[in-house]
């Protein structure tokens, strides 16, 4: 087959699913849309799944996909951002499947470079790079993978999961081409009794069972940091089952593979990051009394899965404390240590 027919094949044969959850997301779904209708891939459905919104989402949505027969709109009962996506897998037809946030940036050529790649490498799952923008501060950083990958499972777990770690990569699906085989054969969905990190989980989950890999160094996503009433920075309850589920799947992918020391080190060492982040919330939840907040944080100290992640992560200086805060057990020092922290280094 010679190059032009290649292309064509591509752009024609395979289509792609890009599926969209929404929820109250009235002031981006213009430029949601604008970005989707810019692809520059010819075989594409758009689903917006309109998650229970209350303001003018499903209106809007609505609206946005009349006269374009690639939009497909589902209206559900609010149920969080996990049972969107499925509900999105659910409903769409394509040979792959790509998740895109509402409030974030595509650029036109991400699809059409992407599934070229899946094509050519018959690739389960290709990732890609992205930038992240800081909307509080303004900062707006490259986050440069440095090199590609082309390979199996273990070559990935040997040649490429550290760095993907580092930088992120292996985390979100909105930096992910699947194809569509691949997550129904492996019954790959998201677990919507996690509340928070869903992401990693179902991230973890999926680098167990994919078989062809593909990594791509190039960036298509713009990501964009909103510290005001994002999960991330609040307390949450059931954070810390969510991240310890993901450091079970995690080691369990680690197990797959004989040499692997180095790699449970490092999700033991993004295992600690998640859970001294959740420590610093339960500090400074004012809405729930210190006695219950002792309690919660002396739970997390002497949680054995958190001990043992305590004793295999490579922290750095800052976390030395609370490390051995954690390990003798002292969650009142934990406790008072986070709450100088909160009104000291604003």
Aim: glycine share 6%; net charge neutral.
């Amino acid at each position: 087959m010679n190059g032009n027919k290649r292309v064509e094949s591509i752009l024609i044969g395979s289509k792609v699913s890009i599926i969209v959850p929404i929820y109250n997301g009235e002031n981006y779904i213009d430029n949601c849309v604008n970005n989707l209708k810019k692809q520059t891939y010819g075989n594409l459905e758009f689903v917006l799944v309109d998650d229970g919104s209350t303001d003018k989402t499903p209106l809007k949505c609505d609206e946005l996909a009349k006269g374009d027969s690639r939009f497909k709109v589902i209206h559900k009962a609010n149920g969080g951002l996990s049972t969107a996506r499925n509900a999105g897998i659910k409903a769409s037809s394509g040979d792959y499947v790509y998740f895109y946030d509402v409030d974030d940036d595509i650029i036109p050529s991400l699809v059409e470079d992407n599934v070229r790649l899946a094509e050519e490498h018959n690739a389960d799952v290709v990732m890609f790079g992205f930038w992240y923008h800081n909307l509080d501060t303004g900062e707006h950083k490259d986050n440069i993978l440095g090199r590609g990958f082309v390979g199996n499972g273990e070559e990935f777990f040997d040649d490429y999961l550290q760095l993907a770690v580092d930088r992120e990569v292996f985390n979100a699906p909105w930096n992910k081409i699947y194809r569509r085989s691949f997550l129904d054969d492996n019954n790959l969905e998201f677990l919507p009794e996690y509340p928070i990190y869903e992401d990693i989980i179902f991230s973890v989950r999926m680098l167990k069972k994919a078989e062809k890999i593909v990594v791509n160094d190039n960036m298509y996503y713009v990501y964009y940091i909103r510290s005001a009433g994002s999960l991330i920075t609040k307390y949450v309850d059931g954070y810390f089952d969510s991240v310890t589920y993901f450091y079970d799947n995690a080691l369990d992918y680690c197990r797959l593979h004989a040499d692997n020391s180095k790699q449970i080190s490092k999700f033991s060492t993004l295992y600690v990051r998640l859970v001294t982040n959740n420590l610093k919330q339960i500090s400074n939840n004012e809405n729930l009394e210190r006695a219950t907040r002792i309690r919660l944080i002396r739970n997390i100290c002497h949680n054995e899965k958190f001990r043992s992640a305590l004793k295999l992560a490579r922290l750095e200086p800052r976390k030395i404390f609370v490390k051995a805060f954690a390990l003798t057990g002292n969650a009142y020092a934990v406790y008072r240590m986070y709450r100088f922290l909160s009104k000291h280094y604003r």
